[in-house]
């Protein structure tokens, strides 16, 4: 793919002619070879022929050239959400978990949770925000600490009441849950992500229950509830080797049974983990790339999206999450993590997105500020693999956590996620052209 200047890219169109693709300013065209060597000379800028005149005033016109502002930079640590890991157990032993979740080593103390959601609900306060958020996540499964998730929640409530503000609930869970949790799932939470590998056979083999039972009856319980209620809710679906052949069914077999299912987030393993112990490996990306094509076309006409963490090109950032922007994640233990993925002291990269910790003394959060300048530097600009392109205002380089590990930006070079990462975002691209210049909707 080739790349002019001012973060204009050409890229291929499936017509045999060519792309103008503008990601920052949004803007996006259908050129032939001509104009993408006239905007290549008027860039570089040489005198113009009075006849190629009119297509720099139509690109002109529809703002291709115009100054591109740089994307906002705010260095102050006011977070207005909050992630909380209420326990490290879990009552299935996926063979993929990054984690390697197992039994309840640390249940959080619900003092932590109480001044992180104290923090963030103060910060949303001041700010004037509409809302604050408080997630539910973990190395474990949430609901193994379910009395203490009920006590956070109805804190969180309170407080919410106390300053007059509203409050969001979201939780992820792997959907294992008793008719009494499900209650409460159902009750309380605006938000719900289900870790779910849909087809019975692929379920139970790859997300078995502590005893090495099936868990997909369970899980389709829960989800068969949650479509009763008519509670719209998100699947989060793992592909290894063995599965990457049947995502088509897997999409197939979610939209026939889940109607208020609104995206299935596909996600390829990372070999991390406990995958490094049962030899689940990730697939190949060329096959997962082929597959996920062929799955969308099982949505269209529908209420339901297929998802990628890195195909987002209705989205212009320069960090692929919060990683870099201010996220406030809590283990149960007290320390605070940019990154959900890194939940463990004893994980080197701890180091890097470990920046703070419970005081039980004070009942406050503590945090580094170095670290978090550090954390902030983990944007696109810094990385240099990704200067040419087209995804890098889009994907930002992608999962620090994975991609970066501990090197610096600087030392980014690629993986098999960035070619996923490319071919399904120029296949957002090519859907969205018309036969008349076009300008793309802004998320």
């Known amino acids: 793919m080739l790349k002019s200047t001012h973060d204009l890219f050409v ?41 190629d005149e009119p297509v720099i005033r139509l690109l002109s016109e529809r703002g291709f050239f115009e100054e591109v502002s740089p994307l906002p930079d705010d260095h102050d640590f006011s977070p207005v959400q909050v992630t909380l890991f209420p326990s490290d157990g879990c009552n299935l032993r996926c063979r993929y978990c990054y984690a390697a979740a197992a039994g309840i080593k640390h249940i959080m103390d619900p003092r932590i949770a109480i001044a992180a959601i104290d923090l963030v609900a103060e910060n949303a306060h001041k700010k004037q925000a509409k809302d604050f958020v408080v997630n539910f996540h973990g190395n474990g499964e949430p609901f193994t600490a379910f009395p203490l998730l009920q006590e956070i929640c109805a804190y969180a409530i ?141 949505f269209k006409d529908t209420d339901m999206r297929l998802v990628f963490s890195g195909e987002r090109y209705n989205v212009v950032t320069n960090s692929f999450c919060a990683v870099s922007t201010g996220g406030f994640t809590v283990t149960t233990d007290g320390y605070a993590t940019a990154c959900y ?62 991609i970066l590990g501990t090197k610096p930006p600087e030392l980014h070079d690629g993986s098999d996620r960035c070619r996923i990462t490319r071919a399904l975002t120029l296949e957002q691209i090519q859907n969205d052209l018309s036969e008349e210049f076009t300008d793309t909707e802004t998320a």
């Open 11 to 51: 890229l291929p169109d499936r017509n045999q002619e060519a792309i103008l693709y503008a990601p920052l300013l949004r803007k996006i065209a259908k050129v032939n070879e001509s104009a993408i060597d006239l905007v290549c000379r008027y860039l570089e800028g040489e005198t113009i022929d009075p006849e």
């Open 158 to 298: 309170t407080k919410s009441e106390g300053i007059d503000l509203k409050l969001n609930l979201s939780i992820a869970t792997n959907g294992v849950l008793s008719e009494e949790q499900q209650d409460f799932l159902l009750a309380w939470f605006s938000g719900v992500n289900v870790s779910f590998d849909g087809l019975p056979d692929l379920q139970n083999r790859q997300r078995p229950k502590a005893d090495g039972s099936g868990s997909f009856d369970e899980v389709d319980a829960t989800l068969k509830r949650l479509d009763a209620m008519d509670k719209n809710y998100g699947i989060r679906a793992t592909l290894t080797t063995e599965s990457v052949e049947r995502l088509e069914e897997i999409a197939a077999f979610v939209k026939s049974n889940y109607k208020n299912c609104r995206h299935l987030h596909i996600e390829p393993a990372w070999e991390c983990g406990r995958c490094l112990t049962t030899g689940e490996q990730s697939p190949d990306a060329d096959l997962f790339i082929e597959k996920y094509l062929n799955a969308v076309q099982s």
């Open 341 to 402: 993925e890194v939940c463990k002291p004893d994980d080197p990269r701890s180091g890097r997105y470990f920046f703070g910790r419970y005081q039980p003394d004070s009942q406050t959060f503590e945090f580094d500020q170095q670290k978090l300048a550090a954390l902030r530097k983990m944007k696109v600009e810094n990385m240099p693999y990704c200067k040419d392109c087209f995804c890098k205002w889009h994907c930002a380089g992608d999962c620090a956590a994975k």
